[in-house]
T-cell receptor
Framework: DVKVTQSSRYLVKRTGEKVFLECVQD?????MFWYRQDPGLGLRLIYF?????MKEKGDIPEGYSVSREKKERFSLILESASTNQTSMYLC????WGEGEQYFGPGTRLTVT | QKEVEQDPGPLSVPEGAIVSLNCTYS??????FMWYRQYSRKGPELLMY????GNKEDGRFTAQVDKSSKYISLFIRDSQPSDSATYLC?????????????FGEGTQLTVNP
C-alpha cells in the first residue's frame, strides 16, 4: 500500500510565525504535490515537484515556498503565516506521467 | 469560469438508493478522469480511474465519461451509509507535466439508514 504521511494532523500558529509542513511518501514516486482545501473552493494546487530540487508553481503559490532535498520528502513553508492561510493542507504523490495521486491525511492549520 | 464544475450538494439519500454524481469541464485536452472519495477529516482516496470516453464498473460503482459533452458521472448502486463522504472529480491532460490534476469542488453525500 502506498503511504503518504504528513508531520502533523493539527497545528495552531500565530500570525507572523514561520511554519513548516512536511510530507513523506514511501513509494518512490517522482511527483509530489501540496494542496490546500477550503469550503466552497475545493482543492487548489500550491506547488508541485517532479524531481529532487525541482519545483513548479501551482495556482496559488503566493505566501508559500517549498523544498525537496530528497525524493521521498516534500516540505511546504509558510514564511510568515497569516490568518488567511488557515486551511486544510494536503500532500499527494504520484509516478511521473500517471494521473493517480495518493494523498496524505492532511494537516489542519489554524493561524491566530 | 472554473475549468471543472461540480454541484457541491449536499446530497442526502436513503439507504439502497442509486446515486448520480456529475461534473462538467471546459478543457477539451483532458484525457484522464478520476473520482476520489474523502471521508470527514481524512485525505482523498482514489475510487475510480478512467481514460477517455466510456464506462468503467467496479462493484457498486460505475464511472462514465462523455467527452463529446464534456461530462463525467459516478453512479453508486445500492448506496450504503458507509458511502457517506465527499466525492471529488479530477481530471488531467495527457501533455501536462507532472500529471497535474484539476479538481471539482466536491459533492457531499449522506446516505441515511
Amino acid at each position: 500500500d502506498v503511504k503518504v504521511t504528513q508531520s502533523s494532523r493539527y497545528l495552531v500558529k500565530r500570525t507572523g510565525e514561520k511554519v513548516f509542513l512536511e510530507c513523506v511518501q514511501d513509494m518512490d514516486h517522482e511527483n509530489m504535490f501540496w494542496y490546500r482545501q477550503d469550503p466552497g473552493l475545493g482543492l487548489r494546487l500550491i506547488y508541485f515537484s517532479y524531481d529532487v530540487k525541482m519545483k513548479e508553481k501551482g495556482d496559488i503559490p503566493e505566501g508559500y515556498s517549498v523544498s525537496r532535498e530528497k525524493k521521498e520528502r516534500f516540505s511546504l513553508i509558510l514564511e510568515s503565516a497569516s490568518t488567511n492561510q488557515t486551511s486544510m493542507y494536503l500532500c499527494a504523490s504520484s509516478f511521473w506521467g500517471e494521473g493517480e495521486q495518493y494523498f496524505g491525511p492532511g494537516t489542519r492549520l489554524t493561524v491566530t | 469560469q472554473k475549468e471543472v464544475e461540480q454541484d457541491p450538494g449536499p446530497l442526502s439519500v436513503p439507504e439502497g438508493a442509486i446515486v448520480s454524481l456529475n461534473c462538467t469541464y471546459s478543457n477539451s485536452a483532458f484525457q484522464y478522469f478520476m473520482w476520489y472519495r474523502q471521508y470527514s477529516r481524512k485525505g482523498p482516496e482514489l475510487l475510480m480511474y478512467t481514460y477517455s470516453s466510456g464506462n468503467k464498473e467496479d462493484g457498486r460503482f460505475t464511472a462514465q465519461v462523455d467527452k463529446s459533452s464534456k461530462y463525467i458521472s459516478l453512479f453508486i448502486r445500492d448506496s450504503q451509509p458507509s458511502d457517506s463522504a465527499t466525492y471529488l472529480c479530477a481530471m488531467s491532460a495527457q501533455e501536462t507535466s507532472g500529471s497535474r490534476l484539476t479538481f471539482g469542488e466536491g459533492t457531499q453525500l449522506t446516505v441515511n439508514p
